[in-house]
């Protein structure tokens, strides 16, 4: 099983940021929507592994 990590970082402002490993696809969403709460998300980003594991599924798909 893959290990995985969440970095919570809060800065002097108040401001807040996560960063999520060992996650992948929607999984990763479903993480950061906990965390996140009632809160607004000013800016997000997703990681090569996002899509990784997205591409992964399409393309086994195609094949079948």
Do not use: P, W
Request: glycine share 10%; aromatic share 6%; net charge negative.
């Amino acid at each position: 099983m893959q290990e995985k990590l969440i970095t919570v970082e809060i800065d002097e402002n108040g401001n807040s940021s996560i960063d999520l490993e060992g996650f992948h696809g929607q999984a990763c969403g479903d993480v950061a929507k906990d965390f996140r709460g009632g809160d607004s998300v000013t800016q997000s980003s997703k990681k090569r592994e996002f899509y990784t594991k997205t591409v992964a599924v399409r393309q086994s798909q195609r094949q079948t």
